[in-house]
């Protein structure tokens, strides 16, 4: 049950939501693209994030 809450961390969620991406239609994508922006520019904040830390 712990482990999912460790999909939250940075490299495993960002590999998380591209493997969603990849496994979605094109289709599907543009239907759902919507939900995950939210989530999207979350991550973008934390990959920057990432980055600033590690340089």
Same mark, same amino acid.
């Given at each position: 049950?712990?482990?999912?809450?460790?999909?939250?961390?940075?490299?495993?969620?960002?590999?998380?939501?591209?493997?969603?991406?990849?496994?979605? !239609?094109? $289709?599907?994508?543009?239907? $759902?693209?919507?939900?995950?922006?939210?989530?999207?520019?979350?991550?973008?904040?934390?990959?920057? !994030?990432?980055?600033? !830390?590690?340089?």
């Amino acid at each position: 049950m712990n482990k999912s809450k460790r999909v939250r961390t940075g490299g495993d969620y960002s590999h998380c939501l591209f493997n969603i991406c990849l496994s979605t !239609s094109p $289709t599907n994508y543009v239907g $759902t693209a919507w939900i995950y922006q939210e989530e999207a520019n979350k991550l973008i904040q934390e990959i920057i !994030s990432a980055l600033r !830390s590690c340089s």
